[in-house]
T-cell receptor, first 114, second 110 residues
Framework: SAVISQKPSRDICQRGTSLTIQCQVDSQVTMMFWYRQQPGQSLTLIATANQGSEATYESGFVIDKFPISRPNLTFSTLTVSNMSPEDSSIYLC???????????FGQGTRLTVV | GIQVEQSPPDLILQEGANSTLRCNFSDSVNNLQWFHQNPWGQLINLFY???GTKQNGRLSATTVATERYSLLYISSSQTTDSGVYFC????????????FGQGTILTVHP
């Protein structure tokens, strides 16, 4: 299977600032996703990253807060904007190959906002 | 959307014990996966099992799609098995998007 690299692995940020998380896959994949895991909770889908067009956001998530880019089939970024302590979470990127097949996840970014 | 329920929410075992984790889902699924989340937050793929039975070492899984449940078996548990186990599915109109259960927190004591 493809190898997925996510960075940074962790960061501590000041409130009001923004952080961009990068996700790189070593081969072309069709679908890429971004998930959030708040402390003690399960994973929730933020959005589907669409290659060359605007991401598709799930209910409760908006582009102004979580802008996403996907310039090609192997790379995507998620920005957490104007951060507050409530944004402290683990953020994970995920990809699938062709079809609705097995999903794989990056190593995750543990974000703490102070 | 599809609902995923996992049980039990917490499980405490002594090393060497066996356990069964359950995942119920509310609708037909295209894909079902089991993950183990380690203490560093990384999700490790255990099984991709939309139906049938698979085994990998001390772990095995069975999905009965017609009855809308899946089971994860852990035999001869080890302390390194500790962590959170998630079941996640895709189904209906949520093509490719995983819906996660709330997880089972497993603690294995030496």
């Amino acid at each position: 299977s493809a190898v997925i690299s996510q960075k940074p692995s962790r960061d501590i940020c000041q409130r009001g600032t923004s952080l961009t998380i990068q996700c790189q896959v070593d081969s072309q994949v069709t679908m890429m996703f971004w998930y959030r895991q708040q402390p003690g909770q399960s994973l929730t889908l933020i959005a589907t990253a669409n290659q060359g067009s605007e991401a598709t956001y799930e209910s409760g998530f908006v582009i102004d807060k979580f802008p996403i880019s996907r310039p090609n089939l192997t790379f995507s970024t998620l920005t957490v904007s104007n951060m507050s302590p409530e944004d402290s979470s683990i953020y994970l990127c995920s990809f699938r190959g062709w079809g609705d097949t097995e999903a794989f996840f990056g190593q995750g970014t543990r974000l703490t906002v102070v | 959307g599809i609902q995923v329920e996992q049980s039990p929410p917490d499980l405490i075992l002594q090393e060497g014990a066996n356990s069964t984790l359950r995942c119920n889902f509310s609708d037909s699924v295209n894909n079902l996966q089991w993950f183990h989340q380690n203490p560093w937050g990384q999700l490790i793929n255990l099984f991709y099992i939309p139906s049938g039975t698979k085994q990998n070492g001390r772990l095995s899984a069975t999905t009965v799609a017609t009855e809308r449940y899946s089971l994860l078996y852990i035999s001869s548990s080890q302390t390194t098995d500790s962590g959170v186990y998630f079941c996640a599915v895709t189904g209906g109109t949520s093509y490719g998007k995983l819906t996660f259960g709330q997880g089972t927190i497993l603690t294995v004591h030496p």
